[in-house]
Each structure stands twice: as structure tokens, then as C-alpha cells.
Antibody, heavy 125, light 109 residues
Framework: QLQLQESGPGLVKPSETLSLTCTVSGGSISSSSYYWGWIRQPPGKGLEWIGSIYYSGSTYYNPSLKSRVTISVDTSKNQFSLKLSSVTAADTAVYYC?????????????????WGQGTLVTVSS | EIVMTQSPATLSVSPGERATLSCRASQSVSSNLAWYQQKPGQAPRLLIYGASTRATGIPARFSGSGSGTEFTLTISSLQSEDFAVYYCQQYNNWPPGLTFGGGTKVEIK
């Protein structure tokens, strides 16, 4: 059974960089069939896709966050990571890592089928 | 960016009754739409993809329909465990990205 687990600081100061890691177990992050993504949810609000990465290192970012986001992958550790720079209180949220598919037999599979439990990151001094 | 709009924001339903949730896209997403269920303190769970295909292990009382810009999630007979928030997500516009609706909370009437 595939499992994803987020880890990282729960408190980040304004203007600093938020850094989270997602560890994947029960499957290989190097599978050619899947992408690995980050989604966030401010308290009491909806879901926002942050970005995704393919095992090869190709990245795709939400245009609204692109200037501040970096997602990377470490296939040797079966992990991928998120960095969000210049954070403000508006970046306070539960951050989820998740898996989605790509394209198979002309069918788009970019929906999230496995999710981590989420980790709350608070931006405050 | 494709904007996803869900309605209503809150739906009050009695157990055993039918619930109908709507999701509208600002432009056509074909059938590239998914539905998720989220309970308090939990991660979202995939219910439906391809607008109408149930994910593994999802009960038959959940059904999805629609294509283009108008989509519906129907829960035929609400069980106690179905009271939650439901989100739609389009994945037709890749790249640049994926967008979610604002959610519909299904609460006990």
C-alpha cells in the first residue's frame, strides 16, 4: 500500500522560506506512470494546487505561486520536496503531498489518488 | 486559468435522502473532472474521476455525471459517514495546472 508522509517545520517566520519533504513508501517515486504534487489548504478554506514533479525532475507550478516555489526530487531517498520563499501569513495552511497520474492511452489521469495526512505550517513571528 | 465553481456552498440533507452537488467550469474541461470527499482533520479522498468513474472501493451510492462545463455528484442515499466537504477538480488544463472548486459542505439536516 502506497503511503506518503510530509515532514518539516510547523512554524516559519515571515519573509523566510518554507521547506517540506514528502517521503514515499510502498512504491517507487521513479515510476514512469506518476507525478508527485503538493497541495495546500488554508484553515477553513479550499484546496490549492501548488505544483508537481516527475521523477526525471520536470516541474509544473501553479502560475500564481511560480515565482516563489521550487519542487525537487531525490529518487535515491524516494522523496520529493517543496520550498516556498518569502512567506507571509497568507501561506499558513495544511500542506499535503499527493500522487497523480499522467497520460495513458490518450486518457488524462491528472487526479490525485494517494495523499499524505497533511502537515500544518504556520507563518508567524 | 480555469475557474471551478461549486454550488451550493452548504447542503443540508437528512440521512437516507438524496444529495445533488454541482460543479461548473469556466471553460470546457471535457470529462477531465474528479470529485473528492474530505472529512474534518483528514486528507481528501478520491471518489470519482473521468467525471463518472468511481475510484477503487467507493460505494455505488456515489455517482458522477456531466461533461464540458457542467458536472454533478449525486449521493443516492446519504449515510452518516457521507457528511463531509466535497471538492471537484479539473485536470484538462495541463499544463499549466490543476484547479479545485471551492467545495460543498454536506451537513445533517
Amino acid at each position: 500500500q502506497l503511503q506518503l508522509q510530509e515532514s518539516g517545520p510547523g512554524l516559519v517566520k515571515p519573509s523566510e522560506t518554507l521547506s517540506l519533504t514528502c517521503t514515499v513508501s510502498g512504491g517507487s517515486i521513479s515510476s514512469s506512470s506518476y507525478y508527485w504534487g503538493w497541495i495546500r489548504q488554508p484553515p477553513g478554506k479550499g484546496l490549492e494546487w501548488i505544483g508537481s514533479i516527475y521523477y526525471s525532475g520536470s516541474t509544473y507550478y501553479n502560475p500564481s505561486l511560480k515565482s516563489r516555489v521550487t519542487i525537487s526530487v531525490d529518487t535515491s531517498k524516494n522523496q520529493f520536496s517543496l520550498k516556498l520563499s518569502s512567506v507571509t501569513a497568507a501561506d499558513t495552511a495544511v500542506y499535503y503531498c499527493a500522487r497523480h497520474g499522467g497520460v495513458r492511452w490518450l486518457q488524462l489521469l491528472y487526479y490525485f489518488d494517494y495523499w499524505g495526512q497533511g502537515t500544518l505550517v504556520t507563518v508567524s513571528s | 486559468e480555469i475557474v471551478m465553481t461549486q454550488s451550493p456552498a452548504t447542503l443540508s440533507v437528512s440521512p437516507g435522502e438524496r444529495a445533488t452537488l454541482s460543479c461548473r467550469a469556466s471553460q470546457s474541461v471535457s470529462s477531465n473532472l474528479a470529485w473528492y470527499q474530505q472529512k474534518p482533520g483528514q486528507a481528501p479522498r478520491l471518489l470519482i474521476y473521468g467525471a463518472s468513474t468511481r475510484a477503487t472501493g467507493i460505494p455505488a451510492r456515489f455517482s458522477g455525471s456531466g461533461s464540458g462545463t457542467e458536472f454533478t455528484l449525486t449521493i443516492s442515499s446519504l449515510q452518516s459517514e457521507d457528511f463531509a466537504v466535497y471538492y471537484c477538480q479539473q485536470y484538462n488544463n495541463w499544463p499549466p495546472g490543476l484547479t479545485f472548486g471551492g467545495g460543498t459542505k454536506v451537513e445533517i439536516k
